[in-house]
């Protein structure tokens, strides 16, 4: 062998050697994010906020002294392709510490695989299928290693129908009032339907037929119509707000007079500005004790935070925004106590989870709500904030002006405190 080829060989040798460090020095996170697909509306910024946050933490020294390598793809709300990557992220020579999900079908599909391979997912869905760790209520497979922030779909419509019930009776209405659940024939609307529908007859609702419509924007006016001539009083909105505004805007062209209840994706900010007065009064909840702006001493964090992709600090963040930093900041923490208790395992970060009852993330006083996991019940937490969208003007321009000038405004109007009832956990 020549001095060349002997320098070649060692030059290789010593590539090699780094790049094992480099690896060794970081913890690999995937990420997946829908900026193309169905929920790409909300996606978005949910994604946009987990990106910020781990470039934040980054920044900040990152965790155990060691950076944060996080894979982020956009699987465009795909399954299939949501299964490729968890397949790449799976496998022994390169597997991940945890993932930060995304929809629910998808999460859901891995579900039975992150047991098996010990991978704990913080999920943007909120299906109540995934809070049941030991599968003992017979509702879903056990889901050990599922996480979310924020009151399950389920749990959120039960509260909205608890606030229907007492609206009913404040306006002074006899007889029984009707509710309708709407959206696609898909999982993530159809996760809380069962759930929904039993909560309603509880409370005395007249449960009518479902009416479906499909995730993405369209003509809905066939929907209306029909939402028109059932008498509906309170109708559930299950997709997420590009499909909503659609079904909002028709419903205020045929003349329909009904409560809209909104999915936790399927009002915003940006959705009152697109739909302007036919999103007018729509009660739906919000994950954080605060929306951007608020008065909270975490709002410096938060700011901080968006930051990382604008530096002027002028973009309005959506409610999306904030509750996926709290999501992030959650994994962050829990990846925290791994790292100082064995490693970053799927096993140790999952087990983090565990230590803090009523737990914000540090720093981030009054924005994100007090949560607890435990072993046995991943129902993180069971107050749901009720919020009114407030439209009184025209939502032409900035959403920061709008926001500004309350021409938008978020108003609270009722927190719901649900007990922690054992037979309602898993659906």
């Given at each position: 062998m020549t001095m060349k080829s002997l320098l070649s060989t060692a030059s290789l040798a010593?590539?090699?050697?780094?790049?094992?460090?480099?690896?060794?020095?970081?913890?690999?996170l995937g990420h997946l994010a829908d900026y193309s697909g169905g929920t790409s509306d909300v996606g978005t910024p949910y994604g946009q906020a987990v990106t910020d946050t781990f470039a934040w933490v980054n920044k900040n020294g990152g965790v155990g002294g060691k950076q944060l390598n996080v894979d982020t793809n956009d699987y465009g709300y795909q399954v299939p392709r949501a299964i490729a990557l968890y397949k790449k992220w799976s496998a022994p020579d390169s597997k991940v510490a945890a993932i930060m999900g995304w929809g629910t079908a998808d999460t859901e599909a891995l579900t039975g695989f992150l047991a098996q391979d010990k991978i704990p997912d913080m999920s943007g869905s909120y299906a109540a299928a995934l809070t049941d760790p030991e599968g003992v209520s017979g509702k879903a497979k056990p889901a050990p290693y599922n996480f979310f922030y924020g009151p399950s779909y389920s749990d959120s419509l039960r509260a909205m129908l608890m606030w229907a019930a007492e609206d009913w009776k404040a306006k002074g209405k006899s007889g029984k009032p009707k509710f309708v659940h709407m959206g696609a024939n898909h999982p993530y609307p159809n996760a809380p339907k069962a759930a929904g529908e039993a909560m309603a007859q509880e409370l005395g609702f007249e449960v009518l037929p479902p009416l479906v419509f499909a995730l993405a924007p369209g003509d809905y006016s066939a929907q209306c119509l029909s939402l028109k001539s059932s008498g509906a009083n309170y109708a559930y909105l299950g997709n997420t707000a590009a499909s909503n505004i659609s079904v909002m805007k028709a419903c205020k062209t045929a003349g329909v007079e009904v409560q809209f209840l909104g999915n936790v994706w399927g009002m915003d900010e940006n959705a009152a500005k697109t739909a302007g007065d036919?999103?007018?009064?729509?009660?739906?909840?919000?994950?954080?004790?605060?929306?951007?702006?608020g008065d909270a001493p975490g709002m410096k964090?938060?700011?901080?935070?968006?930051?990382?992709?604008?530096?002027?600090?002028?973009?309005?963040?959506?409610?999306?925004?904030?509750?996926?930093?709290?999501s992030a900041l959650y994994m962050k923490e829990a990846l925290d106590w791994a790292a100082k208790n064995g490693g970053a395992t799927g096993e140790n970060v999952a087990k983090g989870f565990y230590q803090k009852k009523n737990w914000v993330p540090a720093g981030m006083d009054g924005v994100c709500n007090p949560s607890t996991w435990t072993d046995k019940d991943h129902r993180g937490t069971l107050k749901v904030d009720l919020y009114r969208t407030k439209v009184s003007g025209a939502t032409d321009g900035d959403l920061n002006?709008?926001?500004?000038?309350?021409?938008?405004k978020l108003e609270k109007v009722k927190t719901v405190e649900l007990p922690r009832k054992p037979e309602l956990l898993g659906w």
């Open positions: 010593l590539a090699i050697a780094a790049f094992s460090a480099s690896a060794q020095a970081q913890i690999a036919a999103a007018n009064g729509v009660i739906f909840p919000l994950r954080t004790a605060v929306s951007w702006g964090t938060l700011m901080e935070i968006s930051k990382m992709s604008d530096p002027t600090g002028k973009v309005y963040r959506p409610v999306h925004y904030v509750a996926a930093v709290c002006d709008l926001m500004a000038k309350g021409t938008i």
